[in-house]
């Protein structure tokens, strides 16, 4: 098991496991559950189907001892902890060997870092890397172990060949997954029917269909690196905060129409009232004037004629333009050259369930004062960075300067904001500026102050500046469903510039990534 089987949560993965069917062993190496029901739950299924953390493999005489372990700090979750790595990985390869394993081969998912580490440790053969690793073409080696990996996606069948009697890798390919591979009738019966049910429980109510192509992509994007510590500029996190700004566009359409439509029943109504108002002063003066000669028609009042050019100069008072934000632990996957599908826009970010229960990571907007948009940059460079890399944001709509000359809580030097066409302007403390994120990322920011020991806070404020007081009550829509991540980012993508096929084409604007954080590396005081 590793880090992704947890995305949906631990009692989705329980409730998957206790439906299988000939459920291969599970290896839970360095796992370690806690007192909640859904870590119970899965323990106890885990135990029934099989699981172990480690296995042996009996071929002939030969004995092959296989484990694995997840990186460090890989899993956030509050049902599962993870013991350490390689403390863990020492004391399983030293019972492995002493259950008489010829062999010892350690599934090591952290990448190919931490593969290189876990191969550092005596006695195991061969380590296989896995998450965000690339196919390794040819076996690298740490000392006398082997070090290879089939990469990601199902790209590739690793195929290895042991030597007993060297008691090392004497072959090692990859056989590449195509189409060209003849299909399992049986197999392919099945997921043609879960993709039925996919489509109708999740993509339907959004016009999509899990298969469908909706752009094609000239080049591929940068997988997020989860495991640095710098803090990064990733142009996968830049289409995924531009498509969540897009989401914006339509409510403030919206809210546009209706705001005008609100100004021009003002407006009707200080007009209406002004004639009513120069009308019977009319009338006063011409009772006045009865019997002598007819007075001038009195105007509106100096005070009505300035209310009514006071309604005609209101300005809108919610932003046009909103920044898109998103942590990096949400950032799953990344876009790969070629054609790209919804269920391809669904896998880019955690999918689990919104407000209302349903399939899929809602969207909200929320509104934040200039200072703590401020506030969210510094806690990026002084908190994320050394304490919770992974917790970094990503923003569209938004840049920073920051330098390291400066004191923690300090760093941060401008903070600006884009008002139209990559027009960036500073950021003004006591402005409110619309923000769309995913629930799950509204409501951790909500407990920063528990989480930086009250060194960060933020509040949210609807569009009229009242404070929110339930998050749920602010989440966008689509067609009466809720607006989804992998809705907002297959609409946008969508939308793009279409090719002489009438595809739609990612813009090559994202081959590089934006630079929304930017270090000033020269000295200052203020």
């Not at 009692?11 to 062993?25: A, D, H, I, K």
Request: hydrophobic residues 35%.
């Amino acid at each position: 098991l590793g880090d992704e089987e947890f995305q949906y949560g631990t009692q989705t993965l329980s409730n998957m496991v206790n439906v299988s069917e000939n459920t291969p062993t599970l290896l839970t190496g360095n796992i370690e559950y806690g007192d909640s029901e859904a870590a119970n739950s899965l323990k106890t299924v885990l135990l029934t189907k099989g699981a172990a953390t480690y296995k042996i493999l009996n071929k002939g005489d030969v004995k092959v001892g296989v484990f694995s372990v997840i990186e460090d700090g890989l899993l956030n979750s509050d049902d599962i902890t993870l013991n350490k790595a390689k403390d863990c990985a020492k004391s399983i390869v030293s019972t492995l060997k002493d259950e008489g394993a010829d062999f010892v081969v350690a599934m090591a998912h952290g990448g190919k870092d931490f593969a290189h580490e876990i191969a550092k440790i005596d006695d195991i053969n061969v380590v296989i890397a896995s998450c965000n690793v690339d196919a390794i073409q040819e076996v690298e080696m740490e000392g006398s172990t082997s070090i290879v990996s089939c990469g990601r996606n199902g790209q590739y069948l690793g195929v290895i060949d042991l030597d007993k009697d060297a008691t090392s890798v004497s072959g090692y390919q990859l056989v590449e997954v195509t189409s060209d591979l003849d299909a399992n009738e049986e197999i392919a019966e099945k997921v043609d029917a879960y993709k039925s049910e996919v489509n109708s429980l999740v993509f339907d109510a959004y016009g999509l269909n899990m298969d469908k192509s909706i752009a094609a992509s000239e080049f591929d994007f940068q997988a997020i690196d989860h495991n640095s510590t710098n803090l990064l500029n990733n142009n996968t996190a830049d289409l995924i905060t531009d498509a969540y700004a897009y989401a914006y566009d339509t409510w403030y359409e919206d809210w546009y129409e209706s705001w005008k439509e609100k100004k021009r029943q003002r407006l009707k109504a200080a007009q209406s009232l002004a004639e009513k108002s120069a009308a019977d002063n009319t009338d006063a003066a011409e009772e006045q004037a009865e019997g002598s000669e007819p007075t001038p028609t009195p105007s509106i009042s100096p005070e009505a004629a300035a209310r009514i050019e006071e309604i005609q100069n209101m300005k809108p008072s919610v932003k046009s333009r909103a920044v898109g934000m998103i942590t990096q632990k949400e950032i799953q996957n990344s876009i790969a050259k070629g054609t790209i599908t919804a269920q391809d826009a669904y896998n880019l970010v955690p999918n689990g369930t919104g407000a209302d229960g349903s399939d899929g990571e809602s969207l909200v907007l929320v509104f934040l004062k200039g200072s703590d948009l401020r506030a969210l940059c510094e806690y990026d460079v002084t908190y994320c960075r050394k304490n919770d890399p992974d917790n970094q944001l990503h923003f569209s709509g938004l840049k920073y300067t920051y330098s390291d000359i400066r004191q923690d809580y300090n760093h941060v030097e401008d903070v600006y904001v884009d008002v139209v066409n990559d027009y960036y302007i500073p950021v003004q403390n006591d402005d409110y500026y619309p923000v769309v994120t995913t629930l799950t990322t509204a409501k951790q920011l909500l407990e920063l102050a528990d989480t930086t020991n009250g060194n960060f806070t933020v509040k949210y404020y609807d569009e009229n500046g009242g404070k929110i007081q339930k998050l749920g009550a602010h989440v966008l829509t689509y067609k009466n469903n809720e607006m989804k991540s992998f809705k907002a980012i297959s609409a946008y993508i969508s939308d793009m510039e279409r090719n002489a096929s009438g595809e739609s084409t990612i813009s090559t604007n994202y081959e590089k990534a934006n630079k929304n954080k930017n270090e000033d590396t020269e000295f200052t005081f203020t």
